[in-house]
């Protein structure tokens, strides 16, 4: 059984920082890829930005010099450093882990977190 446990969402004004950290933990033997999904009132989920256990990073374009993803392996965490946010940002961001082999792999996800970017 593994559990994702987030947390740093929150309301802050445009042009803000803001920090989301999501830790894993149970029954973990290889972690493939960690990453935040976000989700907007009448949009689709996107992936915001990925990492790989190698190290990989993958951002959504819209974000692209604005946020930052980072992992801890040791400590099966990873985090998502968002600057210079703006409306278009707000969502629920919810952590994914990609746990096992390519032949025997789960998705886990979190709870999700709000994040509102407003004046």
């Given amino acids: 059984q593994v559990q994702l446990v987030e947390s740093g969402g929150g309301l802050v004004q445009p042009g803000g ?7 894993a933990s149970g029954s973990i033997a290889s972690i493939y890829a960690m990453g935040w999904y976000r989700q907007a009132p009448g949009k689709r989920r996107e992936l915001a930005a990925s990492i790989t256990s190698a190290g990989t990073t993958n951002y959504a374009d819209s ?8 992992r801890d392996n040791a400590k099966n965490t990873v985090s998502l450093q968002m600057n210079s946010l703006k409306p278009e940002d707000t969502g629920v961001y919810s952590c994914n ?3 096992g082999t390519m032949a025997v792999r789960r998705n ?7 994040v509102t970017v407003s004046s």
């Fill in 17 to 23: 920082s803001l920090r989301l950290s999501c830790a």
């Fill in 63 to 70: 974000v692209k010099g604005r946020f930052t993803i980072s």
């Fill in 97 to 99: 882990a990609q746990i």
């Fill in 108 to 114: 886990y996800w979190g709870q999700g977190t709000q």
